[in-house]
């Protein structure tokens, strides 16, 4: 069992050479591909992020995780509380009582509509499920999809949230994620008063994420100019979604009693903590530390997990190539969507074939050393895809290896 209760005294991550020297020792039985979860990692993301959240609670971002096992050790950290789940599916999944020893989580946020009509059924004939369980909306097409599966006389009341848009719409047009169309107050409003005459739905909660604040690095190593404008625009994203999100959930409290309002992102976890209108702050990516996170001058996570591939060729002198190495980051495509290889340093992808589906040759003078059966360590850009390229992750602890937890892959559960 995950025990994250105290965070490490000692941060060996912070010397790169021992640190995935160290990895290289405790997992050296093991035949790559595999994962890795460094406990002490984990213990010291998880409490920084509480440091960071000042107090508010920390909503888990489930989708950044995608093990259970350390979403059930995360959340009995005091300061932790409810779920951000990202389908219907697996938010049943997560709240259902599946034994004694694993009961159910009693306050799971879905935190994007859905159409999964199965699981919309289920969710409607369980008292239970239907009481931890919220879903989200953004359309009066959504209730009546929801109304179509199973009408209101014949389900359990559905808990529903609403999600306000929170991109910026600045000088240069729409800076953000296209989510939500409801982007002011008066629209939040309008859909509030229409779920409240509906019959079958309980609006509970409200939700926005500022995806071009929290998942936007305001540091991008080499970019100076452009760290200077992202700086620009997140100063006044901030100053325009204070004023606009408290207006919303004002105006939307007037209508119904809301248990939660929820922002953020492992990013803003300080700019939602001081925004008074929300109530809880999404947050999961930190946990991990993905090496998106790198370009941030607020917080630098240590890198929780990795994984390692194994040298198998030697094409020429300074080129060693690894078996697989295709883990390719949702988003934009670009070299920051890339596994970025960390040990041994220096060592950059061929021009032609980059992280590929079956090899990936490495160039640089560190690959002259490297021979077949050696390892090469990596970062994935994001923290939960990590998890749907493994079945389960070796635990590091303080002295090697002490376990394996399975991801959500290796317990047969693919939900996207």
Known sequence: MIDLSLPPVAQPWVSAAGYWQSMTDAT???????????????????????????????????????????????????????????TLSEALWLAADASPDRPGIADVVVGYPTAERAAIRRLAASPELAARVTLMVDSVAQLDLVDAVVPPGARETVRVAIELDASWNGPAGHIGVWRSPVHTAAAARSLAEHIARRPGFALVGMMSYEAQIAGQGDDP???????????????????????????????????????????????????????????????????????????????????????????????????????????????????????RPVWPEHLEFAAREMAGEVQTPLSGAAAEALRPGDRVWFRHTKSGELSEHVNEFALVGEHGVVGTTPTYRGEGKAFL
């Open 28 to 86: 050296r039985e093991l035949d790559p591909p595999y994962g890795v979860i460094h406990l002490g990692a984990l213990a010291h993301n998880a409490h920084d992020m509480l440091r960071r959240a000042g107090g508010k609670p920390i909503r888990l971002a489930s989708k950044s995780v995608r093990v259970r096992e350390v979403l059930d050790a995360v959340l009995a950290l005091p300061g932790y509380a409810g779920v951000l789940a990202y």
């Open 221 to 339: 190593a080499g970019r100076a100019a452009f760290a200077q404008t992202v700086r620009w625009m997140q100063r006044r994203s901030k100053a325009e979604l204070l004023e606009r999100r408290a207006a919303a959930v004002a105006s939307v409290r007037e209508v119904a009693q809301l248990e939660f309002v929820n922002g953020g992102g492992t990013g803003s976890l300080e700019f939602t903590s001081a925004d008074p209108s929300c109530t809880d702050i999404a947050a999961g990516s930190g946990l991990f530390g993905g090496h998106l996170f790198d370009n941030y001058r607020g917080f630098t996570p240590a890198p929780a997990t990795a994984f390692a591939l194994s040298v198998v060729r030697r094409p020429k002198r300074d080129t060693a190539t690894v078996l697989g190495g295709g883990w390719i980051a949702s988003g934009p495509p670009g070299n920051d969507r890339m596994p």
